[in-house]
Structure formats: C-alpha cells, structure tokens
C-alpha cells in the first residue's frame, strides 16, 4: 500500500524563523504536489513540482522535489502569522491517483 | 469562473436517510474528483470521471456509496443509507485534459454530519 509520510505533523515556530516540512512517499513518482488548508477551508494549490530535480519558490515558501529519494520538502523562510494552516502534500501515481499526507499543522507565532 | 461550486455546504441528516452531494466543475475542466476528509483517514479520493465516464472507483468505500456524472457540468455523490461513520467534509475538484495544467481546483466543500 502506498504511504506518503508528512513530518512533523505539527509545528509551532515563531516569526523570523526558518522551518522546514518533509514529506517521503512509498512509491514512484514524478509528480507532487502542495496544498495549503485553512481551518474549515478548502484547499488551495501552492505548487506542483512535475520533474526530480524541480524547485519552485512563491514567497516565503520554497519546495523541492527528489524522486530518486522519494522526498518533497517544503521550506519556511522567515516565518509571519499568515502562514499558519495545514499543509498537505500529495503524489499522484500514474495520472489521476492522488494519495496526500497526513498533513502538517504549522502554527506561527508573534 | 466561480470555481468549482459545491451544494449543500453543510448537510444534517439521521441515519438511514438518503444524501446527495452535488459538484459543478470548473468549466472545460475534464476530470471530476470525488474526495472525503476526516480526521482518522485523512483525505481519500473516491472517484474520478473523465470526461463524464467513471474511471476508477476503487475507493469507494462502500455499495452505499454512488456517484454519477450525467453532463459536463453536474455530478452528483449519493450515500444511501447513510451512516453516523459516514460523517466527514466531501470535497469535489476538476482538472483541465491534456499537460495544459496539472493543477487540481477544490470546491469548498459539503460538511456531512449523520445522526
């Protein structure tokens, strides 16, 4: 069966600080993706990382993706309050096969 | 485009009552995916259709559950009976064909609550 592992699984961290979110998966793939969820919220799509290799950064966050490691990570650069919510990561097996995380609940303090 | 629109937002109902979720996707979108969060499990997919045909329906969990896609614009996710283990925030998402996008768009969600 295939597991995608996210750790920690909760985060406390004050502002200014710098955190980083790993997500390892079971299986392969070449495709992942993250999501932002705020508290009885819907999801919201904050990267896809297509290819081994692939990084992409919008803001404070920054991910990563090494398929050869079965290993996404997703990093917090200076953190602000507005960060705070869950954050899931997801593989996609073959095309359409979504299987996510546990989820990282990150809460940023003042 | 308004996204993806789910109704109701908020469904209570007592056991052994019928459920229908209902999803309108994103306009030219090409797949349908059908998801359950809970806390215990997480978030599962259920199903998804491609171009309104089933494609894969192993997760399911159970013949209680049904989903149908009659055109490009609605589909529908019926729980009958339902049960209070039933209970959990149904999401619905689209995905355009093609490499065009491989994102996937979330509706906001149905809270389930069963009785």
Redesign the interface.
Same mark, same amino acid.
């Given at each position: 069966e295939l597991k995608v592992e996210q750790n920690p699984l909760f985060l406390s961290m004050q502002e200014g600080k710098n955190y980083t979110i790993y997500c390892n998966y079971s299986t392969t793939s070449d495709?992942l $993706?993250w999501y932002r969820q705020d508290p009885g919220?819907?999801? %919201?799509?904050l990267f896809?990382l297509?290819s081994n290799g692939a990084v992409k950064q919008e803001g404070r966050l920054m991910a990563s993706l090494d398929t050869k490691a079965r290993l996404s990570t997703l990093h917090i650069t200076a953190a602000v309050h507005d960060l705070s919510a869950t954050y =899931?990561c997801?593989v %996609?097996v073959g095309f359409?096969? =979504? $299987? =996510?995380?546990?989820?990282t609940k990150l809460n940023v303090k003042p | 485009d308004a996204g993806v629109i789910q109704s109701p937002r908020h469904e209570v109902t007592e056991m052994g009552q019928e459920v229908t979720l209902r999803c309108k996707p994103i306009s030219g979108h090409d797949y349908l995916f059908w998801y359950r969060q809970t806390m215990m499990r997480g978030l599962e997919l259920l199903i998804y259709f491609n171009n309104n045909v089933p494609i894969d329906d192993s997760g399911m969990p159970e013949d209680r559950f049904s989903a149908k896609m009659p055109n490009a614009s609605f589909s529908t996710l019926k729980i009958q009976p339902s049960e209070p283990r039933d209970s959990a925030v149904y999401f619905c998402a689209s995905r355009q064909g093609g490499a065009v996008s491989y994102e996937q768009y979330f509706g906001p969600g149905t809270r389930l609550t069963v009785t």
């Open positions: 495709r $993706y919220k819907s999801l %919201e799509s896809v297509l =899931f997801a %996609e359409n096969k =979504f $299987y =996510f995380g546990s989820g | -």
